[in-house]
């Protein structure tokens, strides 16, 4: 099937190496950001979700009304708004984006960034809470009439929304995590489970882990892998530049420990980068280890036809979503719309000819 190559907005531009500058929010910047992904021919952004950040949903409205084709991935933790009224307010973005919506189920993986927004529940029943959310949203979008629900955490009487989502029957529904409870929770659900970049054998592994799980609900899966590719034009200046890198998020972080990861997956990252610091073909671990591995931190280093044969490898496994965020995000962005993205659809297209 066609690859789907998905990108990263936000209402400032910063990273690692790319200290915040401006206004934490920036109308300009969002569509900025969305009109330059939608010309480097990336499919959809990845709108994410912190306890001090700006309102995803409102970022999305303001993307959607600057381009015509790019589509959004709206991260949402359940627990901080009723499943039913999520369930309209994400139907009402997916009707004024003419069907571009998807979200991001994110049960959270940081307990003091749940406290931040006076949520104190532990791992397995955040997991637990989303499991049973993600079923009234969805009943909430495809329900003929009023419906009642009543579970552990949500009590519904006579529910009902008035506005459809524009994707019928409603729009996909992507998630992510590395834990038992993550796959337990997810597999009734998800559309498309989301991964982090691990080495290709465990991801494999992992794969197989959330395809057993949700054939037991007659479920199918799709996956995204997610990446932070390092891209010049040959394989020596991409390590030249990955090492600058490196050395720039370690100047920042001077004298500083880095956070060990509180959520399961960044702990695999570790994991990982324990094992070695260079994986199959150019899948590095150091920048994961650098800032801790809060979140997608493993980078694949080279030319674009080393970097686009091993996104192609993660597409052989079943990743027909690949997640690509730079390290300098918006000439990384344009960088990968010349380059790198042009050669990942070339050699799947090739592929699926086969």
Same mark, same amino acid.
């Given at each position: 099937?066609?690859?789907?190559?998905?990108?990263?907005?936000?209402?400032?531009?910063?990273?690692?190496?790319?200290?915040?500058?401006?206004?934490?929010?920036?109308?300009?910047?969002?569509?900025?950001?969305?009109?330059? +992904?939608?010309?480097?021919?990336?499919?959809?952004?990845?709108?994410?979700?912190?306890?001090?950040?700006?309102?995803?949903?409102?970022?999305?409205?303001?993307?959607?009304?600057?381009?015509?084709?790019?589509?959004?991935?709206?991260?949402?933790?359940?627990?901080?708004?009723?499943?039913?009224?999520?369930?309209?307010?994400?139907?009402?973005?997916?009707?004024?984006?003419?069907?571009?919506?998807?979200?991001?189920?994110?049960?959270?993986?940081?307990?003091?960034?749940?406290?931040?927004?006076?949520? +104190?529940?532990?791992?397995?029943?955040?997991?637990?809470?989303?499991?049973?959310?993600?079923?009234?949203?969805?009943?909430?979008?495809?329900?003929?009439?009023?419906?009642?629900?009543?579970?552990?955490?949500?009590?519904?009487?006579?529910?009902?929304?008035?506005?459809?989502?524009?994707?019928?029957?409603?729009?996909?529904?992507?998630?992510?995590?590395?834990?038992?409870?993550?796959?337990?929770?997810?597999?009734?659900?998800?559309?498309?489970?989301?991964?982090?970049?691990?080495?290709?054998?465990?991801?494999?592994?992992?794969?197989?882990?959330?395809?057993?799980?949700?054939?037991?609900?007659?479920?199918?899966?799709?996956?995204?892998?997610?990446?932070?590719?390092?891209?010049?034009?040959?394989?020596?200046?991409?390590?030249?530049?990955? +090492?600058?890198?490196?050395?720039?998020?370690?100047?920042?972080?001077?004298?500083?420990?880095?956070?060990?990861?509180?959520?399961?997956?960044?702990?695999?990252?570790?994991?990982?980068?324990?094992?070695?610091?260079?994986?199959?073909?150019?899948?590095?671990?150091?920048?994961?280890?650098?800032?801790?591995?809060?979140?997608?931190?493993?980078?694949?280093?080279?030319?674009?036809?080393?970097?686009?044969?091993?996104?192609?490898?993660?597409?052989?496994?079943?990743?027909?979503?690949?997640?690509?965020?730079?390290?300098?995000?918006?000439?990384?962005?344009?960088?990968?719309?010349?380059?790198?993205?042009?050669?990942?659809?070339?050699?799947?297209?090739?592929?699926?000819?086969?």
């Amino acid at each position: 099937m066609p690859v789907e190559m998905i990108g990263w907005i936000a209402p400032q531009v910063s990273s690692e190496i790319v200290p915040p500058s401006g206004p934490i929010f920036s109308a300009d910047v969002v569509a900025e950001t969305a009109r330059i +992904h939608e010309e480097a021919d990336f499919d959809r952004v990845l709108i994410g979700y912190f306890s001090t950040a700006p309102d995803g949903f409102m970022v999305g409205a303001h993307a959607a009304s600057v381009t015509t084709s790019l589509q959004f991935l709206l991260a949402h933790r359940p627990g901080f708004v009723a499943p039913t009224v999520a369930a309209r307010k994400l139907a009402t973005l997916d009707q004024l984006s003419n069907g571009r919506l998807a979200i991001h189920l994110i049960a959270g993986g940081s307990d003091a960034d749940q406290a931040r927004d006076g949520d +104190h529940t532990d791992h397995g029943t955040r997991y637990r809470r989303t499991d049973e959310y993600t079923q009234v949203l969805r009943q909430t979008w495809t329900s003929d009439g009023p419906f009642d629900h009543k579970g552990e955490f949500y009590e519904v009487r006579k529910g009902q929304s008035d506005i459809p989502c524009h994707q019928q029957p409603h729009i996909p529904i992507y998630g992510g995590g590395g834990s038992d409870a993550a796959i337990e929770a997810l597999a009734p659900h998800v559309d498309v489970f989301m991964l982090w970049g691990e080495p290709l054998a465990d991801t494999d592994a992992f794969m197989g882990r959330v395809r057993a799980a949700s054939a037991a609900y007659g479920r199918t899966p799709t996956f995204s892998l997610s990446t932070r590719p390092i891209v010049a034009p040959t394989d020596d200046l991409a390590w030249e530049r990955a +090492h600058e890198i490196l050395d720039q998020v370690e100047g920042r972080l001077k004298g500083r420990t880095p956070r060990q990861p509180d959520n399961i997956g960044g702990k695999r990252l570790l994991a990982s980068a324990a094992a070695g610091d260079l994986h199959d073909s150019c899948l590095w671990t150091k920048l994961a280890v650098a800032t801790g591995a809060p979140g997608n931190s493993t980078a694949l280093v080279g030319s674009p036809e080393t970097v686009s044969d091993a996104l192609v490898e993660y597409y052989k496994l079943g990743a027909t979503s690949l997640l690509i965020r730079g390290y300098d995000p918006l000439p990384d962005a344009e960088l990968y719309g010349q380059e790198l993205i042009p050669l990942v659809r070339q050699k799947v297209a090739a592929l699926d000819n086969q």
